[in-house]
């Protein structure tokens, strides 16, 4: 495989610097082409439509993954914020918890997932406690998190 970096939550790639980068399979389970109330055209266009619980992708596939989920248990139907970042279902631990094991599951041993997380609605304990995982290290802007995961190597 060609592209060595897996974005599952990729949205509008917003925090990409190219958002076209040839490394990058950028993945969500939505397109969307919006005007927001204020103006601004949103535009979720991925290369590949996947549920990040359950990715088309072998084991041990890329090199590094950026794991940027829906944050928000509740948003307006409609409105921007849940165009913008989607939202979690109700029963959101188990199904974010299967989205952490999955983009593990296709990340290579000994390489980084990194996550962004924003606390405005669901705590980073909470949130850790979901996944059932600890970071490596991470650094916070406002209520957003960014963490550092390392999948171990292969113990044999």
Known sequence: ??????????????????????DVIFADNRHVETTLCDG?????????ELDFRD????DNTF???V??????????ENSW?????GVLPKDWKPYLRAGFEECMRVLKPTHALVMKWNTYQ????????AIGQKPLFGDQRG??????FLKKGNEE
């Open 63 to 65: 090199n590094l993954v």
């Open 1 to 22: 495989m060609s592209k060595t970096i897996l974005d599952p939550c990729c949205g509008s790639r917003m925090f990409w610097f190219d958002r076209n980068n040839p």
């Open 55 to 58: 990715m088309p992708y072998p």
């Open 40 to 48: 601004r055209t949103l535009v979720i266009e991925p290369d590949v």
């Open 122 to 129: 669901i705590s980073l304990p909470d949130m850790l406690r």
């Open 143 to 148: 209520k957003t998190r960014w963490l550092v």
């Open 67 to 76: 794991f940027d989920p829906p944050h928000l248990v509740r948003a307006g």
């Open 81 to 85: 914020l849940a165009q913008k970042y």
